[in-house]
């Protein structure tokens, strides 16, 4: 109980820097929204990753709204829907080489719809979401060109305000070794539906794993090229680095 506390207590601390980071970003860089309501295009283009301990902590938080049963019957859809991006059925491959036709596939699914986006374009887990969503725009610029929001004073198409956030990467470090010491799994990435389900109901997860129900592609680990927390990593990325390297620095710090 006290080991999974710190953790938390600590990605608590991390999220609330996120949102500080935002409000900042609004107020004082943008004076106006940093993003426009209803309008969803990032999440019609990415299924995002999430480590164990934020399924952890998305799980807490759901179950506090009311939301965590209708938040596992999306993460269950998702998984069990027989998408086009992802039809390998080849088990969860945990521990083992994965061939490329897989990481392909994960690259696919990386890039479609996030399950929890809404009919009416908002995200169904916002207070619970993950720390990527919570960074894209804030301390990770947006570089691909999707995002409609108008361009604030002193910025380009090509160069947009972010909130310098270094100082959360000494809290993202003690998180990481907190997990360590408690559960080393915690710091395991993966798509967040699959995350969220085996956070949520690990028999149910671990059951339509084992059956083979779900693509590989959805339920391999996720430290791949998606989980990327500052702007200094998606540069490093940009410029040709490999992710696992890119990443795995960053843990082992
Ligand atoms: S694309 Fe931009 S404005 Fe639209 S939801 Fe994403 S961050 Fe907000
Ligand atoms: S979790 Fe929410 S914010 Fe993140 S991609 Fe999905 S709908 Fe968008």
Known sequence: MYDTLIPL???????????????????????????????????????????????IYAVSVLTGLGRLGETLSICEDWLLNRSSEAPSYEGMMAGRFVPSFIHAEHEALSRSRCPFLTKDL??????????????????????????PRPLARGETMFSRHIVNCDNLQKDWRLLWKACKEAKAGWVVSGFAPAMILRAGNEPRFRALA?????????????????????????????????????VSELKLQ
């Open 9 to 55: 207590l600590v990605l608590d601390k991390i999220r609330q820097g996120f949102d500080g980071a935002a409000l900042y970003l609004e107020q004082d860089l943008l004076k106006g929204p940093s993003c426009i309501d209803g309008c969803g295009k990032c999440c019609m283009v990415n299924v995002p990753q999430m480590t164990t301990i934020e399924a």
């Open 122 to 147: 908002r995200c169904f887990i916002h207070e619970a979401r993950p720390m990527a969503c919570r960074a894209f725009g804030v301390t990770v610029a947006e570089t691909k060109g999707i995002c």
């Open 210 to 246: 084992d059956s083979n129900q779900i693509a590989t592609a959805k339920i391999i680990g996720g430290d791949l090229d998606t989980n990327l927390m500052w702007q200094y990593q998606a540069d490093r990325l940009d410029a040709g680095e490999s992710p696992d390297l890119v």
